[in-house]
């Protein structure tokens, strides 16, 4: 097994070191006197796990504080007198910056058992949160049943060729279950090309996806394959696929049904091999009985049904996610916040979240930036409001899902035009997009 390493700040010298913690087999120790070494050692050289054995009472509790804030990526075990948990100051420190601590005399085997486990969590964070992976699973994070039911679905289309059509609702994941079924596809080592259809103006979107032949019209100085064409070898993921314009729709059922494309202006078909999975936060069913999305095309693409569950349907995996959440972006930001305080926690389980994945990243990242202590408070999340108004108030509630129902519904019917939607609703601009935001709707 390899030697794992660790750092030590002892004001006592390497051989008091030893006498106190005992033997520690498997650790690869460097003994440290001072904060301010041990600072300097820090800013060269990587360390999982740190042990502070006499430095919470020598140095200040600012001086602590301030050395523990800055190397909050080390897993810090501390040995303390049990006399100094009387103050305040100590007890903050033990609280706020160490992940486990001891008092003397110490218990070898305990405290070679602790830096172990230390050591176990320091891996784990260490781990990439990229969506890279090998899989594409270690970027859906959870480990709720609908998490869990929704990889195991993943696994089971993904090595098909047939179209996906993957409903879930706004910011639940549905581009990151995309990208899953890709990579753990036999076309994993093509590309993944996504698109947003609702994003695309609508002059624009035959020749996106189809592109176009040189002179084919005015400014096609020259040929520009589409879209589709680029994700030969991998797949196309159509977001949004209920924005698509009806004639597109017969160009793109075309192409699912003879796997060929034409190019804007061209005489001659091409043969595209790319699979289709396509997503959509609307019903496509009822988009289908108003007229609005072709019948046809919806069996075609709803060969292999996929639903992302929302937030609030797995809320056991809040904890975990919130946790994702905060190291992305705290590694992004160097932020002084630690993490969530239990009362924060607790606000963001009973939050129903309408806004998904998403609402919950953004609520974080919001909460990082404006947090005053080193904990994120309820009131930094800003979602007790929200929360009286989700739980015990049931007309409360339907208002607030009537009013997001309602932007939602206008947003798409203008073309996710803000200026008409608002228009639509009978509010301002300025109204409408405080209320995109509020209800964290992407336009
Ligand atoms: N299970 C999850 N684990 C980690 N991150 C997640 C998870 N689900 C969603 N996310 C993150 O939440 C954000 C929204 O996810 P995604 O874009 O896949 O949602 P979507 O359903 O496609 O949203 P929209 O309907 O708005 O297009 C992304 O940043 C994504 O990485
Ligand atoms: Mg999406």
């Known amino acids: 097994m390899a030697v794992k390493r660790l750092i030590c700040i002892s004001t006592k010298g390497a051989s008091a070191v030893r006498e106190t913690c005992g033997p520690l087999s498997g650790w690869d120790v460097c003994v440290i006197s001072s904060l301010h070494e041990a600072n300097r050692v820090l800013q060269t050289q990587r ?95 959870g480990d709720s049943a609908a998490i869990n039911a929704l990889r195991a679905q993943i696994r089971k289309v993904a090595p098909v060729n047939a179209p996906v059509l993957i409903w879930g609702e706004s910011g639940s994941g549905k581009e990151l279950a995309a990208h899953a079924i890709h990579t753990n596809s036999l076309r994993a080592g093509g590309p993944f090309v996504p698109i947003n259809c609702g994003a695309l103006p609508s002059g624009l979107i035959q020749s996106e996806l189809f592109g176009y032949e040189r002179g084919s019209f005015t400014g096609a100085a020259k040929e520009k394959a589409g879209l589709i064409e680029s994700a030969a070898g991998g797949t ?161 509630e339907s208002r607030v899902r009537a009013e997001r129902d309602a932007i939602c519904v206008s947003l798409a019917n203008a073309g996710k035009n803000v200026t008409h939607a608002a228009k639509h609703l009978g509010v301002s601009r300025m109204t409408l997009y405080r209320l995109i935001a509020k209800y964290n709707i992407s336009v």
Not at 106 to 113: E, I, S, V
Not at 283 to 295: H, T
Not at 351 to 378: F, K, Q, S, Y
């Open 236 to 396: 196309i993921f159509l977001d949004e696929i209920g924005d698509l314009p009806k004639d597109i729709q017969s160009n793109l059922l075309r192409f699912l049904q003879e796997r060929t494309i034409t190019r804007i202006g061209a005489t001659r078909e091409i043969a595209v091999d790319a699979r289709v999975i396509a997503a959509s936060h609307v019903n496509l069913k009822s988009a289908v009985a108003q007229g609005q999305f072709r019948e046809d095309l919806y069996y075609r693409l709803n060969v292999l049904p996929i639903e992302v569950p929302p937030l609030r349907e797995r809320k056991a995996d809040l904890p975990l996610l919130a946790e994702h959440v905060f190291r992305t972006y705290s590694a992004e930001k160097g932020a002084h916040v630690k993490g969530f305080s239990s009362k924060a926690m607790r606000a963001m389980e009973q939050h129903d979240w309408p806004g998904n994945v998403r609402e919950l990243i953004n609520c974080i990242r919001r909460a990082m930036v404006l947090a005053d202590g080193r904990l994120i408070t309820p009131a930094d999340l800003n979602l007790a409001g929200e929360t009286s108004v989700f739980h015990g108030d049931a007309l409360g």
């Open 47 to 141: 360390y999982l796990v740190g042990l502070l054995l006499d430095c919470i009472d020598t140095a200040t509790a600012a001086e602590s504080d301030q050395f523990l804030r800055r190397h909050c990526n080390v897993q810090w075990v501390g040995v303390i007198e049990r006399s100094e948990l009387d103050a305040r100051e100590s007890r903050a420190l033990v609280v706020d910056h160490l992940c486990d601590f001891h008092t003397l005399p110490l218990d070898h085997a305990r405290l070679h058992h602790t830096l172990g486990h230390a050591h176990g969590w320091a891996m784990l964070r260490e781990r990439p949160l990229d969506q890279s992976s090998a899989s594409g699973f270690q970027s859906i994070q």
